[in-house]
């Protein structure tokens, strides 16, 4: 996908420093396209030179693959007669901890430089900066050092998240049809279609989904499949059985192992008869999903976009604000329903990512991918959210989606 820029500093006496375990540390994954599980640096050298600081073993792999200058090994930067900060039982030598080791490399690695000072990103582990300062470099906090890089996704980006948002579509639309086309047990409960005579719990739609996304390469740390009341919780994952006649927040956000993006999407089913006032939140939280995917374009910033979200809810009688306490355990309608979170957030390598669609957030740019999920939550009824994938483009957004927003899924 190409090097993304990395905003190396014009300061002869400044290194840009990237640290930390690839699989963890997605700016650092962007930069260098390398998984792996050990620790790692990328500095941006003074001279312009790109330095990676790898372990011995992933060495000749990253050369072949890395799109950087120079790879180079902890041990190609011993520390010199005990330098302050060391560490080493032989007085000189780099630690045996590899965490500390791959600080010290890195430390000696930029002080060899010449550079008197390192500009860092926001993930810079404490153990590496506790490191520099040791060696007497100036440590430097850049916040917003790649943040802009990551958010405007390059058109190789969009393909990879375009390819999980379908696999997570495929995901959905087979939970929500398996659950509409269920038997309804004498209490009310769904039928299991596998397993005649047992309701159909919220764990096995979660155990077909995982099965669905790993067949399509994906995998998934959860999933959200929660009926009725407890979907009236935004974050509530579910359990147990699903009832007929209930809302059912069906809310997946894997990762499609071959690129590392994610996909996130949100429906929701109701099996048989179809409630008015779980009908009517539906309602509105469709016109303003629409109208935010509408504001999404440059130059509107992610609070004009959460604004379109609540301007819609307010002309229908409803708001953003928090239930009254304790009205998460109701079993039966409070009356109170409102809209609990963000309009959205930005999408890529992590599932949230900036920027926020909420008070505050920023202007949008080309390449923005983000999520934009309005929902209404009503305890001791339910919660309804609908969410869609959007890329910001020159001339307003591309909706990534295409699967259908409705209740009913028989």
Not at 123 to 147: I, K, M, N, Q
Not at 387 to 402: F, H, R, Y
Request: with cysteine; charged share 25%; net charge negative.
């Amino acid at each position: 996908m190409g090097l993304p820029s990395c905003m190396p500093s014009t300061d002869p006496t400044t290194a840009t420093l990237l640290s930390g375990i690839p699989t963890v540390n997605k700016a650092l994954f962007r930069r260098i396209r390398f998984s792996a599980g050990d620790p790692m640096s990328l500095i941006d050298l003074p001279g312009g030179e790109s330095l990676l600081i790898i372990r011995d073993v992933e060495a000749e792999r990253a050369r072949r693959t890395c799109p950087v200058d120079r790879v180079a090994v902890y041990e190609d930067f011993p520390i010199e007669g005990g330098a302050k900060g060391g560490g080493g039982e032989d007085g000189g030598g780099l630690s045996g901890d590899r965490e500390i080791r791959v600080a010290q490399a890195t430390a000696e690695a930029i002080v060899r430089s010449g550079a008197t000072t390192v500009r860092a990103d926001r993930s810079l582990p404490l153990l590496v900066a506790d490191e520099l300062t040791r060696r007497g470099l100036e440590v430097v906090c850049d916040r917003d050092l790649g943040v802009l890089d990551r958010r405007m996704k390059t058109p190789e980006e969009v393909e990879a998240l375009r390819a999980a948002q379908a696999i997570t579509e495929r995901a959905i639309e087979t939970a929500c049809r398996t659950i509409a086309q269920c038997g309804v047990l004498a209490n009310g409960e769904l039928e299991d279609p596998d397993h005649p005579g047992e309701a159909l719990t919220s764990e096995r739609v979660m155990k077909l989904l995982d099965a669905l996304l790993d067949a399509h390469n994906c995998v998934s740390p959860m999933h959200i499949v929660a009926c009725g009341p407890q979907g009236a919780d935004c974050h509530q994952r579910g359990s147990g059985p699903l009832r007929t006649g209930e809302p059912i927040i069906v809310d997946v956000f894997p990762t499609h192992r071959a690129s590392g993006y994610h996909g996130d999407c949100t429906r929701v089913v109701v099996h048989g008869e179809i409630p008015e006032e779980v009908s009517a939140m539906h309602a509105v939280v469709a016109e303003a999903k629409a109208a935010a995917i509408a504001a999404c374009k440059p130059g509107a910033t992610g609070e004009d976009v959460h604004r379109a979200t609540l301007g819609v809810l307010r002309a229908h009688g409803y708001d953003r604000h928090h239930p009254p306490s304790g009205a998460y355990d109701a079993t039966e309608p409070t009356g109170w329903c409102g809209m609990t979170h963000g309009t959205g957030h930005g999408i890529g390598l992590e599932v949230h990512e900036p920027p926020l669609l909420d008070d505050k957030g920023p202007e949008l740019v080309v390449g923005d991918a983000l999520t934009v999920e309005p929902g209404l939550y009503a305890p001791g009824l339910g919660g309804i959210r609908l969410e869609d994938m959007v890329v910001v483009t020159a001339s307003g957004c591309e909706n990534l989606n295409s699967l259908h927003e409705g209740l009913s899924w028989a």
